[in-house]
């Protein structure tokens, strides 16, 4: 009996130890720039961990440093914890092996810290928005009834793609509309998801968000990722989805607590905003070499009385936000773009979720005109080069733009800033179509290919944008800024630099009651 209950004791101590080795075990591995010197490493596991600890060296056989947190955290519907460890006092522009505790694996992980302000050594990014979970919950090779653009059996898709090419790019930028997780709702109503209930919604939405964080993590455990607010992060419905053939318009209401408000995205990421003076992953900026690199929210806290897309009383009946102080977005970003030091970092780079010159109906749900209203002054005033969107599943590549006019130097030193939207990157619903004909303003568009944007930084003085086709890895379009980029003197930009002149807004600024323009 007695050598019984020892055998019992000694199988339940590797029963338990088995179910902590499980459940402790690192998933949806994620890196993100922290400062010039530092790394945020994050992981999800599916227990609490008191300490999350990441291990780290120069030598892939060494990882003799180590840094903790007491980061670990979750919200009500989640089957995971999110921990976060940052990394200081790094060496910039530093190839470092990683691990992480109670790993399965033996062989490290990398990352290399960014290139300083001021290093104007040519390199690579890519952009990415609106990519979702691809396969049986998201983009595979058939839809429900009413989604479109399936893949071609053994078509590449993005993710694949972003994999095919990670060792040509620094980073990977992600500008909103993360994982689709909301629209499982829609994938139930259109027969993909069949049978799934209300009541199992909030489990698929989790099992949407941990495949599509796995599936990143190849691409993400190797290259920092840096993501901005969409609107497909506020909720857990699409945004009021309605199924028509049983006559009901579902509403944020059927959220689970902790499926709205950008709840899984704030627990998911820890982007640099205390680096850089932001607002958690809402916005933020860093630098990279000779590029300034600011992540803007359209989806909350445009402020100037205007109410954001996604937030109480917007058109995408979120109901998220607002998530600081009215005007606290525009006087940070006036601030942050006044303090470009553009001897070192001449190039600044701005992503922001939804489009404002994009070829599509007047419709309040694709064009963000209180976001041209907000950012667009401020764009021009600080002699932002590119502005980055999405949203719009489609891309668009326009002419450096203000006030509706293209730039008459084009992309010959231009005075306006460029404006380019890829959408395009793929997930459940496809591609949209775009309104023809296209824009006076619009200079290349497509809306038949699923892709990525690639950035090349070739001197101080000229940017390539390239579209990446995901399904067989050539250019789709190519385009080069050729920028002057004074940096002493009168004549720099449009010379305002200083607190905006809101009066200055094409419309006259905000209604005085605040409000959607459509
Ligand atoms: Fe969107």
Known sequence: MAIFKTLAFALSLATAALAATNGTTPMQIRLAYAGPTGM???????????????????????????????????????TTYNNHVKISGLRPNTKYFYNLEYTNTTTPYSFSTPRVAGDHTPYVTAVVVDLGTMGRDGLTTFVGKGAASPLAPGETNTIQSLQNF???FEFLMHDGDIAYADYWLKEEIQGFLANTTIAEGAAVYERILNDFYDQMTEVTSLKPYMVGPGNHEANCDNG???????????????????????TGYRNHFRMPSAESGGVENFWYSYDYGMTHYVQIDTETDLGHGFIAPDEPGGPEKEDSGPFALMNQQTDWLAADLAAVNRAKTPWIVVAGHRPWYISVANASSDVCWVCKDVFEPIFLNYSVDLVLSGHVHAYERNAPMFNNQPDPNELNNPTFPWYITNGAAGHYDGLDTLDRPFQNYSRYAQDSAYGWSRLSFHNSTHLTQDFIASSNGTVLDSATLYKEHKVSGEGYGNGHHGKPNWPMWPHGGPPASGGWKV
């Open 40 to 78: 945020m490493v994050s992981w999800n596991t599916y227990e609490k961990l008191d300490s999350p600890t990441v291990y780290y060296g120069a030598e892939q056989n060494s990882l003799t440093h180590s840094a903790s947190s007491s980061v670990s955290v979750t919200y009500q519907t989640s």
């Open 166 to 168: 990670q060792d040509q």
């Open 240 to 262: 009021g989805t309605k199924d028509k053939a049983k006559n009901i318009s579902y509403t944020v209401d059927i959220c689970m607590p902790g499926q709205t408000n950008f």
